[in-house]
């Protein structure tokens, strides 16, 4: 699915700028991690209200505007030792209130921006737990609706032969024969062979809106979300461009035979210290191993749809890297990549989407328990 392909909708486009971004005065904001994070304990389940684990946010003062000031808590989140890192129960027991915003102009597109700004991510989208059986029921039904469905092959009786005996069934020292279109004989029809069918199926729209959430709070769990301003912020010029922008730097791969060296000769606060450096300048992986989801939201402005355009062209001949409008995106795309990056237009739409809807997450859970006991006539 090419987003190049792919025209907006003018009656979804938003009429007013995101009413959640909010400024923090904190220099650097940590992300969920999968991998680079050096600490082995577990830290405290994340609260409501609370952001990176740290608590008493909802004592800190709130500016005009919404905007909340979290100095202190950021901070104290900063100089723990496990940050946002954790396990996925812990993560997806309690709502995320906030997550700092990457920027893909950056140097460090999978870190917080020096733009100081955290997006709150509503708890009915990013916080569903783990629910496998849905995931494969919309990823069943995402594979089948692609299918096309237009094999076909001749029978016997849509062949170009007539249905005269070849000749006569007995005295000839031949085995029996009937018409030449038989499936037995070379240039006859198929036997049991491919028709045109249709192998679309039906999902309830909320299995699939409860699908999508599951998917994203999985990805948020493990630490491969990340969330930025504007997907065309980056003004890429050519696919160059942005494999240089998103995939590591050759000086942030660590040889393994130099590792084994350094584990040698340094202490255990040297070779921590070696490892927070080179994980700044990790982006999204190897250079032949990328593998992105981007997901953009409704366009307000012509300029943002053209940097939209610009930027899927740049990134359109990249393998496993894929930019998909939000309105769009299913469960299965995003279980096929292994980094999901929404702008914040698209985080925006799906809370307008669930709020449209007017149910809650525990009451879509709810309505799919009942759609899956429902007894078959």
């Known amino acids: 699915m090419s987003f190049v392909r792919s025209v907006f909708a003018p009656a979804v486009r938003l009429s007013r700028t995101p009413?959640?971004?909010?400024?923090?005065?904190?220099?650097?904001?940590?992300?969920?991690?999968?991998?680079?994070?050096?600490?082995?304990?577990?830290?405290?389940?994340?609260?409501?209200?609370?952001?990176?684990g740290v608590e008493g946010l909802a004592a800190q003062p709130v500016f005009p505007g919404g905007?909340?000031?979290?100095?202190?808590?950021?901070?104290?989140?900063?100089?723990?030792?496990?940050?946002?890192?954790g396990e996925t129960n812990s993560l997806l027991s309690k709502p995320i209130s906030y997550l700092p915003i990457s920027s893909l102009a950056s140097p460090n597109p999978t870190l917080p921006s020096p733009e100081e700004l955290a997006v709150p991510l509503p708890p009915t989208v990013f916080a569903q737990p783990l629910r496998r059986d849905i995931l494969h029921r919309c990823s069943v039904y995402y594979l089948a609706n692609?299918?096309?469905?237009?094999?076909?092959?001749k029978t016997r009786a849509e062949v170009a032969y007539s249905g005269r005996?070849?000749?006569?069934?007995?005295?000839?020292?031949?085995?029996?024969?009937?018409?030449?279109?038989?499936?037995?004989?070379r240039g006859?029809?198929?036997?049991?062979?491919?028709?045109?069918?249709?192998?679309?199926?039906?999902?309830?729209?909320?299995?699939?809106?409860?699908?999508?959430?599951v998917a994203l709070s999985s990805k948020l769990s493990s630490g491969l979300l990340r969330i930025v301003n504007d997907l065309g912020e980056a003004q890429w010029k050519r696919t160059r461009n942005?494999?240089?922008?998103?995939?590591?730097?050759?000086?942030?791969v660590k040889d393994s035979m130099y590792e084994a060296e350094e584990e040698e000769q340094v202490g255990e606060a040297d070779e921590q210290a070696v490892n927070a450096d080179t994980s700044r300048q990790v982006r999204f992986g190897h250079p032949d191993e990328l593998s992105i989801l981007f997901i953009a939201g409704p366009p307000t402005t012509e300029k943002e749809y053209s940097d939209l355009i610009n930027m899927a062209r740049c990134v359109n001949n990249v393998p496993k890297v894929e930019v998909i409008p939000v309105e769009e995106v299913e469960a299965y795309?995003?279980?096929?990549?292994?980094?999901?990056?929404?702008?914040?237009?698209?985080v925006e739409w799906l809370e307008g989407e669930m709020e449209s809807a007017g149910l809650a997450g525990s009451e879509v859970q709810a309505e799919v328990a009942g759609i899956e006991n429902r007894p078959v006539a």
């Open 19 to 52: 009413r959640f971004i909010s400024r923090t005065l904190a220099t650097q904001a940590p992300l969920p991690t999968a991998s680079t994070s050096t600490s082995t304990s577990t830290p405290e389940p994340l609260s409501e209200g609370v952001v990176g």
């Open 146 to 153: 692609l299918r096309q469905g237009a094999g076909s092959s």
């Open 242 to 252: 942005a494999v240089a922008a998103l995939a590591d730097d050759k000086a942030g």
């Open 188 to 213: 006859g029809g198929t036997i049991h062979g491919p028709h045109p069918r249709d192998f679309t199926q039906l999902l309830p729209r909320k299995v699939r809106q409860l699908g999508l959430h």
């Open 333 to 346: 795309e995003i279980l096929r990549r292994k980094w999901v990056v929404l702008d914040v237009r698209a």
């Open 67 to 85: 905007d909340m000031d979290v100095t202190d808590s950021v901070l104290k989140m900063l100089e723990s030792e496990d940050g946002l890192s």
């Open 165 to 185: 005996k070849l000749y006569r069934q007995k005295g000839t020292g031949k085995a029996r024969a009937g018409s030449a279109g038989s499936g037995t004989r």
